[in-house]
């Protein structure tokens, strides 16, 4: 699994422009067969930034989806940041649930992630 993040930072008078442009690639990027999910987050305080999440079963997916003509949009998106966005690709090789929260809780040892 691969994990997209892209944190913007709009100017006050160019934020919803932002959010529209990414609310239009979130639904398409959703209907995708192999994205896991597509969010969009705001965040108050001091840097009032937007968080642009995916997640997509592998990395080939991934890079479909960047080389891909909605992608475009994003990139548009990136363009509106008043600062230098912050952009990381996490690959994920596993994933743990609750089972993790609960067998810590009763001590048992877990292997390193």
Known sequence: MV???IRLFPPRDQRRHLLAV???VQGPTQAQPRCKEC???EEDGYDEAVLYLESWDSESDLERHVRSDLYQR????IELSRTL???QFHYVSETKGIELVQALRK???QGST
């Open 85 to 87: 966005p912050e952009i």
């Open 74 to 77: 994003v990139l548009a998106a």
């Open 39 to 41: 969010r969009i987050y």
């Open 3 to 5: 994990i997209s993040t």
């Open 107 to 109: 001590g048992e040892a």
């Open 22 to 24: 990414l609310r239009s």
